[in-house]
Structure formats: structure tokens, C-alpha cells
């Protein structure tokens, strides 16, 4: 061995065996001779062996009686190799060498980021399986190139290794790869105790998905600060307050501002609840006429006797009991503006080719008088019956059902439009705030069970509820437990009534859903609902994850 006699001395001192070898030069001590070329071996067999397992990155071995350590040097390609007899108490030792570097190997292996180290010179010295799944290439492909190479190939772009060579500091950046990946690399330095850098360590992690869904949601960001300013500039317009988030009745609201700019008749159809009244007046607080009065009646609301008087009005004199100055009707005192007409089913039969008349001719006759009265006004009617039925069974006209249904505009139902639920019930909270002076917010649960419910009665039915959980409720808080016992004001859990329109098992899903909801809100844990349902613990997480965490 032509090494210094010095250093070749030292090394003949030592009880394990020392091998060095680079690129150029193979040298070792003396033990190596004994144990090895003495018994047949060449030292180009012995190195050739070295350095295969070098640049497989197996740096532990246990062959021919020997435990091999070996150690990568910080200039390209160096390697040293310690080799440890069985047969010697430092056996011992060096088996528990071998059992850690076999457990750590086997966490490198099994680690599911990416782990990617380099020598201090931006030489691969070892990869795990993610770095093959985040390029598309074998390891053997990447151990042993530097760093450049692999970018230069477009495997990978930036390289974070290169700036902790450039910087001697941590390095942390975002890396997109050949097949599309986006990784969040972290390079950190690994120096020597006299400050050399001997390696650079990456964990790199996918976020590929995660950036998608970051850019998804900046998109819907955006959609929902257009969605905002749309609706600041429709409150703006009308004057009134819109709680509207379901896409089925921003589309209502985009068809009214349509028809809004003419004064063809509008006919508002849909279920008693639904803010057909509400949206009558938005129509008209849209529409050129906004300046002038927007007047209602509810044609249920009077008797047939009085309907008539109520609408044209009459003269002084005009029947026993009328006042003496005569009073104008719905039609004279909103000229110019608009007349709601709601409840247009329930007009008498009578009153129904009057109200055609006006449609028709634009004017009309006070009750005893014989001067026609000229008036503009635009008519929006509304019913929440099946007018063509009413129709066939001849309690409604056919000629004045044509009249009205110029322009029908249907109102989904509060079933139908979930997203308005909980956005409503928090603007009815805050409405009793200000009327009682009574401060109450919704649970989580609450809310849920809130956009749960059927609603038959609408928004109606959910301002009258939250104003009874509201006045009589203690509790500042609104919660799962108020919302099913007001329900169906009577036990904790809601009775099993069939739902029309719904399977056994949605029916099912339904009252589970309100037991595990309203349990898990006086348990607080998963731990603590199995216990009080008596389930196991993943049963309840599991039901937890379904019916409390799916918003």
C-alpha cells in the first residue's frame, strides 16, 4: 500500500479493518491483507465490491464473516469502509450498528415524503421510493448525478440542494417536476464539526392537489366578492335586504330585475311562505316605477261584499254605512305604481271579470258611480294554487287566468334551497335583536338541524320558530337540543314520522343524524358519545364525520 508511513502505522493499529478508495485510489491496512488478499481475494475484486455497494447507497453489509460500515466522504466519490469481525468483541457493537442502520433504512424506505440526499457537492448519494414516484425515475437513475444534471434534464425545477450549497442555510421553496408535480422542498445543511458541509438533506412533500384546491378556492373567493358587490348593488337598488346564497334563487332574482324594466303583468307562483310578497316589492323597488306607491291586498282577506269597495273604491252615498266623502280604492291610489294582488286565487268569481275589465280597458267605475276612472298601474298577482285546476273546475276565469299568467315567475320552496336557510335564520337572530333586545347565536348542530328540517311552512314557519326558541329559550346559544325539542315540541328526539318522498334509509339516516347530532353536542367527544349510545368509539367517530362534520 503506498500510503504515508505514518498514516499507514495508525491504521495498522486498529482491531477492524480500514479501507479507503475514490475514484483513483484504493488503500488499506494491514488487517485488510490478512483477512482478505492472504485468503485469495484481489484488491480490484475487494474494491470493485466496495464501490458497488457504494453506489447502491448500502452502506451497512454483513458478508463473509464481516459487518462492513461504510462512510461518504465530502469529496465526490470518496468512501471509507470500516469492517468489523464477527468473531471479536466489537462485534458486539457492531451489531447493534447493524440493527440501527437496518432500522433506519427501513424508515428512509418507508417514509411517504420524499427524502433526498446529496453529498456537499450536489452529488446523489441516496433516494427513497417517493423521490421515484414525485420524477418517474429508479433510483439508480438519480444516485450518483449531481444535482445540475438532473436539472439540466428537466427532472426537477428549481433545486433547493443548490441553493443550500450556494447560501450554507436552509433552503425552502416550491419545485415542479417533469410529470407535473408541484412539491414543497425543505434542503437543510449537514456540516462537520470544523464547519464543512458533507450533506444536504431534502424533504420534499406533493401539494399538488393542495395548490389545485388553494386555486380552486381563490376562484371561488373571487366568484363570492362578485356574488357580495352584485348583491351590495341590489340592496343598494331596491332599498331592501337580500338573504339569498342558492343559486336557484339568484336566478329567480335575475329574472324579476328582467322584467322589472317593462310593465308586462307578473303572475309569483309558489308554496304560502315562500317571500312571494318580499319579492313583489323587490320587483317593483327595480323597476321604473319605484318612486311611485307599491300597494297589496290579500284577496282571501276580505269578504266577498267588501272586495269590490277595497279595490275601485266608491262615492259617497254609495251604500249604508260608506263614509261621506267617498274613499278611493287600491287601483286609484296606486297610479303610476304598482299593485300587488296576492292570494289571487281566492278572488270571488265576481270580482273576477271586474278585475279583467281593468286589466283590459285600464279603467274602472267607483261603486256608485258612473265616470270611469283612467289609471296606470302595473298589476303582479300571486297564488300558491294550481290555477289551471282551478280553472278545469271552472272557479277561476280562463280569459283573466290568461291575463295574469303573462310572465309566471315559480318561488322554490325553502326546501329546495338550502344554502338560504342558516343565512336566513341568522338575519331573523339578528332582526330579534334589535325588536327584544335578546342576543342569541346558533350552534353548529343547530344550524344543521335548521337546514335539515322540511319547512312546509317556509320562511314564514322559520322566522315564527327562531322567535319562539328566541323568547323563551335561557341558553345565549341556540342549540341542537332547542331546535329538535321546538320542532317537535315534545321529547328530545324527533318521533318517527314518515317523510313523503324519502327511502327507508334516508328516513333512517334523517333521525340518526339528529340523535348523534344532538348527543355529540352535550358530549363534546367521541369517547363520551360511545359511552353514553353504547357503541364503540370508532362507530361514533365515524358517525361523527358523516352527520356533524360534513358542512
Known amino acids: 500500500m503506498q500510503a504515508d ?24 491496512n494491514s488487517l485488510i491483507e490478512k483477512w482478505f488478499f492472504e485468503q485469495g481475494w484481489t484488491p480490484a475484486e475487494l474494491s470493485d465490491r466496495l464501490r458497488k455497494w457504494a453506489a447502491d447507497g448500502d452502506f451497512f453489509q454483513r458478508a463473509d464473516r464481516f459487518l462492513w460500515e461504510g462512510r461518504l466522504l465530502a469529496e465526490p466519490h470518496g468512501f471509507v469502509w470500516l469492517i468489523f469481525p464477527w468473531e471479536t468483541r466489537e462485534s458486539h457493537v457492531a451489531t447493534e450498528y447493524e440493527h440501527l442502520y437496518a432500522e433506519l433504512k427501513s424508515v428512509f424506505a418507508a417514509a411517504y415524503d420524499e427524502i433526498f440526499v446529496t453529498d456537499g457537492e450536489g452529488y446523489t448519494v441516496r433516494v427513497n421510493g417517493a423521490c421515484e414516484r414525485n420524477y418517474g425515475l429508479k433510483a439508480e437513475q438519480m444516485v450518483g448525478k449531481h444535482v445540475n444534471e438532473l436539472v439540466s ?12 450549497i450556494a447560501h450554507h442555510k436552509q433552503i425552502n421553496l416550491v419545485q415542479q417536476t417533469q410529470n407535473g408535480r408541484r412539491l414543497l422542498v425543505t434542503a437543510t445543511p449537514v456540516f462537520t464539526q470544523d464547519g464543512r458541509l458533507i450533506r444536504v ?5 406533493d401539494i399538488t392537489e393542495l395548490l389545485n384546491l388553494r386555486e380552486q378556492l381563490d376562484q371561488l373567493q373571487e366568484r363570492v366578492e362578485t356574488y357580495e358587490e352584485t348583491l351590495q348593488l341590489r340592496e343598494e337598488q331596491s332599498g331592501m335586504k337580500l338573504t339569498v346564497r342558492s343559486p336557484i334563487m339568484l336566478q329567480v332574482l335575475s329574472k324579476i330585475e328582467k322584467v322589472a324594466k317593462v310593465d ?14 318580499y319579492l313583489a316589492r323587490y320587483l317593483h323597488n327595480t323597476s321604473p316605477r319605484k318612486q311611485a306607491p307599491f300597494l297589496s291586498v290579500n284577496c282571501s282577506a276580505f269578504p266577498e261584499s267588501l272586495i269590490e269597495s277595497e279595490l275601485f273604491g266608491y262615492e259617497r252615498g254609495a251604500f249604508s254605512g260608506a263614509h261621506e266623502k267617498g274613499k278611493k280604492g287600491l287601483f286609484e291610489a296606486a297610479n303610476g305604481g304598482t299593485l300587488f294582488l296576492d292570494e289571487i286565487g281566492e278572488l270571488p268569481l265576481s270580482m273576477q271579470a271586474k278585475l279583467l275589465n281593468v286589466l283590459q280597458e285600464k279603467q274602472f267605475f267607483r261603486i256608485g258611480s258612473t265616470t270611469p276612472i283612467h289609471v296606470d298601474v302595473r298589476i303582479i298577482a300571486a297564488t300558491n294554487q294550481d290555477l289551471k285546476k282551478k280553472v278545469e273546475e271552472k272557479s277561476f276565469r280562463n280569459d283573466l287566468y290568461y291575463r295574469l ?23 331573523f337572530l339578528e332582526e330579534f335583536q334589535e325588536t327584544y333586545g335578546i342576543e342569541k347565536k346558533l350552534s353548529y348542530t343547530a344550524a344543521e338541524e335548521l337546514r335539515r328540517a322540511e319547512w312546509p311552512g317556509n320562511i314564514r314557519e322559520l322566522r315564527n320558530f327562531l322567535e319562539r326558541i328566541v323568547v323563551t329559550a335561557d341558553e345565549d346559544i341556540i342549540t ?8 317537535y315540541d315534545e321529547e328530545k328526539t324527533a318521533p318517527l314520522i ?39 368509539q370508532s362507530s361514533a367517530m365515524r358517525k361523527v364525520n358523516k352527520y356533524v362534520k360534513e358542512l
Open 405 to 427: 299568467n303573462v310572465i309566471p315567475i315559480t318561488v322554490p320552496s325553502l326546501r329546495e334551497r338550502r344554502e338560504d336557510i342558516v343565512p336566513l335564520a341568522i338575519r
Open 5 to 28: 508511513i505514518h498514516i499507514a502505522s495508525l491504521l495498522d493499529t486498529f482491531s477492524i479493518g480500514f479501507c479507503y478508495l475514490n475514484q483513483d485510489t484504493f488503500e488499506y
Open 153 to 164: 434534464a428537466g427532472i426537477f425545477s428549481p433545486s433547493a440542494t443548490l441553493d443550500v
Open 201 to 205: 438533506v431534502s424533504n420534499s412533500r
Open 498 to 536: 314518515p317523510q313523503t318522498g324519502l327511502g327507508l334509509k334516508e328516513q333512517l339516516d334523517r333521525y340518526e343524524g339528529q340523535i348523534i347530532r344532538q348527543a355529540y353536542e352535550e358530549c363534546g367527544s367521541t369517547y363520551k358519545l360511545a359511552e353514553m349510545l353504547g357503541i364503540s
Open 480 to 487: 341542537a337540543k332547542h331546535v329538535t325539542s321546538a320542532l
Open 264 to 277: 308586462s303583468t307578473v303572475l309569483l307562483l309558489g308554496e304560502s311562505g315562500v317571500g312571494k310578497t
